[in-house]
């Protein structure tokens, strides 16, 4: 038991139980402090912890942590954190981010997939979402963005995809939304319909109106996809 006066000296393999007869680690202790390969249990008896621990701390590689009984981590850990390689569960989605975490906070290069196992992103990561270069997919595995993220939405250069995997805009982003110089493209007959400046989402500018089949329909000021007015007025 905690209170038990041997286990302060205790060296070796031991169960160790609450006041109430609760298992609540099993593993190895040296001069009485939880060092070496154990686990951990909470009050419920289900599993928390299962791998290395120095002086009762979570710290080392090839640790899992549990939560409500159920695998969330697998990995390196340090200081009660995840710090290193390792594999996070999300309980709720079924989310897993495979890479390095800092800080218990998912970091640098790494992958996130979808419960079922298809690859969802790739790339740059901080504070668990995409920044820096990377990529997005569907469901179904298609690849529906590509380019430089900001906290997780696609900022900078960038391309945008329909769910079939078809181009659907190649250019400038903000906050995951067209800005800046781009191209927008017809989807079904997957040709340029416009080129040029876009403001917040919409063709606003200088720029050029494409006919789907390839012809140049217009060139000059365009307001959220039309020909400005003033373009006919002599």
Same mark, same amino acid.
């Given at each position: #038991?905690?209170?038990?006066? &041997? ?27 939880? !060092? ?15 791998? @290395? ?33 390792? #594999?996070?569960?999300? @309980? ?14 998912? &970091? ?12 969802? #992103?790739?790339? !740059? ?22 380019? !430089? ?62 006919? @789907? ?10 307001? &959220?996809?039309? @020909? ?7």
């Amino acid at each position: #038991r905690y209170n038990d006066p &041997e286990l302060q000296e205790a060296t070796g393999a031991v169960c160790i139980l609450d006041d109430l007869g609760r298992v609540r680690y099993k593993g190895q202790v040296a001069a009485g402090s939880c !060092t070496g390969q154990g686990k951990v249990y909470d009050e419920e008896g289900q599993l928390v912890y299962d791998g @290395p621990l120095v002086d009762g701390i979570y710290e080392g590689e090839n640790a899992k942590v549990y939560a409500d009984g159920v695998l969330i981590y697998e990995g390196m850990m340090a200081a009660n954190r995840y710090e290193g390689r390792g #594999r996070f569960i999300d @309980p709720d989605t079924g989310i897993v981010s495979q890479g390095t975490f800092v800080a218990g906070i998912f &970091e640098g290069e790494g992958q996130q997939f979808y419960a079922d196992g298809t690859l969802m #992103r790739s790339g !740059t990561f901080s504070n668990g979402l995409l920044n820096g270069e990377g990529r997005e997919y569907s469901p179904l595995g298609v690849l529906l963005r590509e380019g !430089t993220f900001q906290d997780g939405l696609l900022h900078g250069e960038g391309v945008q995809y329909t769910t079939g995997g078809i181009l659907n805009y190649q250019g400038e982003f903000a906050s995951g939304i067209f800005h800046g110089q781009g191209a927008l493209y017809d989807t079904l007959e997957q040709s340029r319909v416009y080129e040029g400046a876009f403001v917040w989402g919409k063709a606003t500018g200088s720029g050029r109106i494409y006919h @789907p089949g390839g012809q140049l329909l217009f060139e000059g000021q365009v307001c &959220e996809g039309q @020909p400005r007015a003033s373009a006919f007025l002599g």
